[in-house]
């Protein structure tokens, strides 16, 4: 089940999102632009956290719990924002994403992303790509 992130998330949330150093504060939903999704099983095992900015997404972290990696839970995660996207009448997705990360990248790729530019030393000395995928 994929869902839209609510308080009762916080804890397993950032127990995932703790591995990329990141954490979702419940400030953040006075944000008007913040946005995250979950995927649940019995337990919540990924996360999508994403900045919905007018006409436009970006996309800011996606994980996944260590064992679930191979059931396609980002793949999940990525329809759902897409459909959420089309359905917003969104005009475009963007995310940086570090250029070793292989695996996100052709996930990415699979979704039509786009590299459109490289940020040097983005994640503090690697390099990340941006890459686009445009809806409308």
Known sequence: MIRFINDADFKSANKLL???NYEISKA????PFFNAMCYFERDLIGVLVF???YERIEIEYIVVDKVNRSRKVAS????FLIGYAHNKQIENISLEVN????KAINLY??????IVAKREKYYNNEDAYLMVRRLI
């Open 99 to 102: 250029v070793n990360n292989l």
């Open 76 to 79: 999940k995660l990525m329809d």
């Open 109 to 114: 790729k699979k979704y039509e992303f786009k």
């Open 28 to 31: 953040s939903f006075n944000n």
């Open 51 to 53: 900045k919905e900015l």
């Open 18 to 20: 703790k591995e990329l």
